[in-house]
């Protein structure tokens, strides 16, 4: 009876690994997703779109002075490299990738990098 019930206990083990592994598969892909689906609409100018990668209490707080700053049409995110290369990436010239995903318990941190042919450039993003 015990050996059955160690079997068994290994196999749920063993289930329990692997569901917390789609799990974490899913919201990795998941994560990636929506930071290329930000990037996409930020290198399109299509700000609504951006926008919606955001929290709204963030954005809402970006745009209540009503101040435009030049050549960053984004707030929410005007200190990002992202923004000073923004050209580069729209022509094709910068490349994104994302580096590293690192997983805690409700939020993920994500490590991009931005290829150019000067060099490159990192940034840290947080996905909740």
């Known amino acids: 009876m015990s050996i059955k019930h160690t079997v068994t206990s290994n ?3 063993c289930l329990l690994i692997v569901a917390i592994f789609m799990i974490n598969e899913a919201f990795c892909a998941q ?10 609409a930020v290198a ?4 609504e779109r951006a926008e919606s ?6 954005i809402e707080l970006s745009k209540r002075l009503n101040i435009k700053f030049t050549d ?3 707030k929410y995110d005007c200190a990002s490299p992202i923004y000073a290369n923004l050209e ?7 490349k994104l990738s994302v580096d590293s995903i690192n997983f805690n ?6 490590e991009i990098s931005i290829h150019l042919a000067s060099g490159q450039t990192e940034a840290i993003y947080y996905a909740i």
Not at 44 to 47: F, V
Not at 105 to 110: E, I, K, N, S, V
């Open 44 to 47: 399109a100018g299509r700000w």
């Open 72 to 74: 960053i049409p984004a």
């Open 11 to 13: 196999i749920e083990l």
């Open 88 to 94: 580069a990436i729209r022509n094709g010239t910068a």
């Open 31 to 40: 994560t990636d997703s929506i930071f290329n689906a930000y990037i996409a």
């Open 105 to 110: 318990d409700d939020w993920a941190r994500l």
């Open 53 to 58: 990668c955001w929290f709204p209490k963030t």
